[in-house]
Nanobody
Framework: QVQLVESGGGLVQTGGSLRISCAASGLTFSTYAMGWFRQAPGKEREFVAAISALGLKSSLADSMKGRFTISRDNTKNTVLLQMNSLKSEDTAVYYC????????????????????WGQGTQVTVSS
């Protein structure tokens, strides 16, 4: 019933930009904190970005600060990740995640915080 679907991944040159999206359905979107995680081959899944249920607060992993931006549109049930100045090390499958929250200000940055996940979208940055 609850479903997250990522889209927008693809092949980008080093230094380029890409915007990926996460469309949510089967939930009251404005009551869910959202996050982005990524996993490269041979590496553990890692935190990328997160945003609170009403979009009032957000957080980025250190390596993404200044390059990535997370946003959400609660009228369209979507979360976006704008990625700029892409590097080869950004190559990974990017996953969208959701968690029902009581506090609309909370930002969740740990994998264990989330209980709903999308199927992922591949982002490949060529060198």
């Amino acid at each position: 019933q609850v479903q997250l679907v990522e889209s927008g991944g693809g092949l980008v040159q080093t230094g380029g930009s890409l915007r990926i999206s996460c469309a949510a359905s089967g939930l009251t979107f404005s009551t869910y904190a959202m996050g982005w995680f990524r996993q490269a081959p041979g590496k553990e899944r890692e935190f990328v970005a997160a945003i609170s249920a009403l979009g009032l607060k957000s957080s980025l992993a250190d390596s993404m600060k200044g390059r990535f931006t997370i946003s959400r549109d609660n009228t369209k049930n979507t979360v976006l990740l704008q990625m700029n100045s892409l590097k080869s090390e950004d190559t990974a499958v990017y996953y969208c995640a959701a968690k029902l929250v009581l506090n609309s200000w909370v930002v969740l940055t740990t994998i264990r915080d989330y209980d709903v996940w999308g199927q992922g979208t591949q982002v490949t940055v060529s060198s």
